[in-house]
C-alpha cells in the first residue's frame, strides 16, 4: 500500500509540474494557444500632455476591438518616469503579451525593453516616439523635423506680418530624452536661423513640465521683459507654461507663442489671442494605424511601411498640419476632433463670434 501510494503522489507530482512548466511556456509564447496569445500592450508615457489619455489611448483601444473583439489590450503609463516603464514592460512580458506598442518616455532607455521583448519573441511597434534600436517591427510618428519647421515658418511670419525686422525670441524645446523633441527643435532651428531674428536664450523642458517651462520663461521675462518679439513653443503645454509666466510678468501685448497637438484648452488660447499657432496632428489615424499593425502582428502578417525606411524598419510618418485662429473650422472641428459647442463656451463666446467659428 505504502509503495502503491508512494507512486500515486510521484505521478500526481509529475503532472502538477508538467502543467505548471506549460503554463510558463504559455505565458512568453507569442505563438500558444492560449487567450493571452491575442494580448497587447500599449505603453504610453505620461499624463501630463493631454494627448494620451484623451486621444491615443481610446483610439488605439476602439480600433483594436474593432479588429479583434477576443484581443485583450493591457495598458499603463509611466508618468515620465522611464524605471516606471521598464517594470510595466516587464509585467506586460509576465502576462505572456504577443505585441508590445511602445511610446517611450526615454528614447535610448527604451532600447533595452526592445531587447527584453526580443527574448520573449514579442514585436515592437515604437509608438510615436522613435527607439533607437533597429529590432523594430513598425513605427508610426509624423513627419517631426517638418513639425518643427512648420512651427518655426509659422512664428518667422508672423513676426514680419507684425512688421517686426528684428528681435529676440526664446526656444522652449521638449524633453531631452524624447527623440521627438531633438527633431522639432532641429526643424525649428532650420527656419528660424535663417531668420532676422535671435534666439537670446533656449531651454530643453525636463519631463514636458509645464510648471518648469513657466518657471524658465519667468527668468526670461525678468532678463529681456518687452524685448521679447516670440516665444517658441515645442508644444500646448509648454505653451501654456510660457504664457502664464508672460501674464505673470506683465507682457503686453503678449507676444506669438508657438505650440503642438492642438489640445483644446491651446485652441481656446488661439481664440482668445493667447496664443498664436498650434500643430494639429491627426491622433485617430496614428493611433488606429498601430493598432491595425498590432493585430496583423498577432496574425504573423509581415508590416510595410508608407515612407522611407527608418534605420531598416518600416515606417508611416503622417502628415502635420498649423492651426491659427483662420483655420480651426477647417482643421479640427472639420475632422471632429472637436466640436464648436466644446471650444466655444461661454467664456469664448465672443471671441469665438469674432473669429466666425459657430
Not at 496583423?296 to 485662429?325: C, F, H, M, R, Y
Request: charged share 20%.
Amino acid at each position: 500500500m505504502t509503495s502503491a501510494r508512494s507512486r500515486i503522489v510521484r505521478l500526481l507530482a509529475t503532472a502538477l509540474a508538467t502543467v505548471l512548466a506549460l503554463g510558463g511556456c504559455a505565458m512568453i509564447s507569442p505563438n500558444a494557444s492560449a487567450d493571452n496569445s491575442r494580448t497587447i500592450a500599449l505603453l504610453l508615457p505620461e499624463s501630463k500632455t493631454a494627448r494620451y489619455e484623451a486621444y491615443d489611448r481610446p483610439f488605439f483601444e476602439a480600433k483594436v476591438a474593432e479588429l479583434c473583439p477576443e484581443c485583450d489590450v493591457i495598458y499603463a503609463n509611466a508618468d515620465q518616469d522611464p524605471a516606471k516603464q521598464q517594470q510595466q514592460a516587464e509585467s506586460a512580458f509576465a502576462q505572456g503579451i504577443s505585441v508590445l506598442v511602445l511610446d517611450p518616455v526615454d528614447s535610448s532607455a527604451a532600447v533595452t525593453i526592445v531587447a527584453t521583448a526580443q527574448s520573449y519573441k514579442v514585436p515592437v511597434i515604437s509608438y510615436d516616439r522613435l527607439i533607437g534600436s533597429p529590432e523594430l517591427a513598425f513605427w508610426v510618428s509624423f513627419d517631426n523635423e517638418k513639425v518643427g519647421s512648420l512651427q518655426g515658418k509659422a512664428l518667422v511670419e508672423r513676426l514680419a506680418d507684425q512688421g517686426l525686422s528684428e528681435g529676440n525670441i526664446v526656444m522652449i524645446n521638449g524633453s531631452p530624452t524624447d527623440n521627438n523633441s531633438r527633431l522639432f527643435k532641429k526643424g525649428a532651428h532650420s527656419v528660424i536661423d535663417g531668420s532676422a531674428y535671435t534666439v537670446v536664450a533656449e531651454f530643453d523642458t525636463p519631463d514636458w513640465s509645464p510648471d518648469k517651462a513657466q518657471e524658465w520663461m519667468a527668468s526670461q521675462v525678468t532678463q529681456y521683459g518687452d524685448s521679447l518679439v516670440g516665444v517658441y513653443a515645442a508644444n500646448d503645454a509648454t505653451a501654456g507654461g510660457a504664457i502664464a509666466a508672460l501674464k505673470a510678468g506683465g507682457v503686453s501685448p503678449l507676444p506669438p507663442v508657438t505650440g503642438q497637438d492642438a489640445e483644446l484648452t491651446a485652441i481656446q488660447r488661439i481664440v482668445s489671442g493667447d496664443q498664436y499657432m498650434t500643430v494639429y496632428k491627426d491622433l485617430k489615424r496614428e493611433a488606429e494605424i498601430a493598432a491595425t499593425h498590432a493585430v496583423a502582428l498577432l496574425d504573423g502578417k509581415q508590416l510595410v511601411g508608407q515612407s522611407e525606411e527608418t534605420n531598416g524598419v518600416p515606417t508611416t510618418l503622417l502628415t502635420p498640419v498649423i492651426v491659427t485662429i483662420d483655420n480651426i473650422m477647417e482643421t479640427v472641428v472639420a475632422d471632429g476632433f472637436y466640436t464648436v459647442e466644446q471650444i466655444c463656451t461661454t467664456e469664448y463666446a465672443q471671441a469665438c463670434a469674432a473669429a466666425g467659428i459657430q
